[in-house]
């Protein structure tokens, strides 16, 4: 899907009503400010705090949107993690267009999918909210094996919610999970999963004794 650049405006929070830059190109695939809104909602109702607090990964975090509404709305900490060297270049910009002594922030530039990208997020986590919103050229198949890495690593939290953003397939989606069920996934429920025309978000709860 081709990408326009253009602005992204933040929807609530302490940056409310500032805008920050979309990343041009074809590699990325932002998220629109209707769905910004509703997935910040929805995150908002279903952890105890909503997002006070809290710490998360970005996982393909393009233009950093996503990341940025968190901190926001009062997240402690975001780590974004980006593999495209022009978007990491405009995620950079946009955290210095909020704020330029912003605290709690990193950026990991690389694959998601690497071992060396494993071995910084298990030390750098555990994280209570796992944003997944990756190109939708990325399978469901390798997402699936993306959560099982993180949670034999424990860079998944106890009690911890995974958002995934992915592409509406039929009608009946809003009642699907694409991940689930897979015994490998042990621990992860779904919780919510909500279609916007042709972009549908799922939400997993993660704990570690079911």
Known sequence: MAIIAGNVRIIAGTYRGRTIRAVPGLATRPTTDRIREAWASTVGSLLPNGFEDLVLLDAFAGSGALG??????????????????????????????????????????????????????????????????????????RIKELLLRFIQARIIADNALV????????????????????????????????????????????????
């Open 68 to 141: 940025i509404e968190a901190l926001s709305r009062g997240a402690r900490q975001v780590v974004f993690c980006e593999r495209n060297p022009k978007a990491t270049e405009v995620l950079k910009k946009n955290l210095s267009i909020i704020d330029e002594n912003l605290q709690g922030t990193s950026i990991l530039s690389g694959d998601i999918f690497s071992l060396r990208m494993e071995r910084i997020l298990s030390k750098a986590g555990p994280f209570q909210l796992v944003v997944l919103d990756p190109p939708y050229s990325v399978s469901a198949t």
């Open 163 to 210: 958002s995934y953003e992915r592409p509406t397939q039929e009608e009946s989606d809003a009642n699907m999970s694409v991940l689930l069920p897979l015994d490998s996934l042990t621990g992860l429920k779904m919780v919510s999963c909500k279609s916007y025309g042709t972009t549908t978000i799922e939400y997993l709860c993660f704990r570690e004794s079911q």
